[in-house]
């Protein structure tokens, strides 16, 4: 499984919070391309309930990972 800013943003407006399956049918309506349905699905879940992209894939980037802050320089 491998996620990629263009793979996940086709989740940004899914169903949240949401369950494994609600993903994969949200994804296969909306067009999301293959690979986006194949990570859902390799996807080890118990039932659970994801409350957004972060829950699925940890190390997402953030808004405030592309925000320069000038200060910092």
């Known amino acids: 499984m491998y ?38 699905q390799e996807i080890e879940d118990e039932g659970e309930i994801y409350e957004s992209i972060e829950d699925i894939w940890p190390d997402y980037p953030s808004k405030e990972d592309f925000f320069f802050d000038e200060e910092e320089y």
């Open 3 to 40: 996620w990629t800013l263009e793979l996940a943003s086709k989740l940004e407006d899914a169903p949240w919070p949401a369950t494994k399956e609600e993903l994969i049918d949200y994804a296969i309506r909306s067009g999301a391309p293959l690979e986006v349905i194949e990570n859902l």
